[in-house]
């Protein structure tokens, strides 16, 4: 089993639908929980980062996690064409190091 | 402008070849990494260095190799034992362990 799921994709919505991206995790150590956006041949970009259960809302996205379920998820509203993209979850375990989901491929279709 | 830079953007490489990726940071960040990215697989951790002359293995470190002399900089080799090279190679930077990674724009290499 890997430490985090990532539903690959791809996923496509119309413009203007919310999307609902999602990961799971195994281990209850892992904290600081972060979302990055990766345009094709380009290198990741930080969208949300968080710490604690709950909501963080910026703008058209919003991060929520749930740390007793082991789940998170990145919700995007009014999704523009502009989002298309790949959506990397990501997330602390010991020593410093980053875990990334295997990321989910969204299109967004005028 | 600050940032990190990679080069190249696309190299090729005959089998049996070491091939050396640069990965330059003006952040004055002390914590540098090294990612390789295969389609569906997301980021999977190479090396990584916390501060000048010292570096870790990640998860898949064998067949490559890093140095750290200044803290600027942090090269990857590709050597001729790595088995699947070819892939999109991420350097990233922060400032320490728990903070935000920033991402250079990536080498993609081909083995030939």
Known sequence: QKEVEQDPGPL?????????????????AFQYFMWYRQYSRKGPELLMYTYSSGNKEDGRFTAQVDKSSKYISLFIRDSQPSDSAT???????????????????????? | DGGIT????????????????????????????????DPGQGLRLIYYS???????????????????EKKESFPLTVTSAQKNPTAFYLCASSVDNYNEQFFGPGTRLTVL
């Open chain 2, 50 to 68: 916390q501060i000048v002359n010292d570096f870790q293995k990640g998860d898949i470190a064998e067949g490559y190799s890093v140095s750290r």
């Open chain 2, 6 to 37: 990679q080069s190249p953007k696309y190299l090729f490489r005959k089998e049996g070849q070491n091939v050396t990726l640069s990965c330059e940071q003006n952040l004055n960040h002390d914590a540098m990494y090294w990612y390789r990215q």
């Open chain 1, 87 to 110: 959506y990397l979850c990501a997330m602390y375990r010991g020593g410093g190091k980053l875990i990334f989901g295997q990321g989910t491929e969204l299109s967004v279709k005028p």
């Open chain 1, 12 to 28: 496509s919505v119309p413009e203007g639908a919310i999307v609902s991206l999602n990961c799971t995790y195994s281990n209850s």
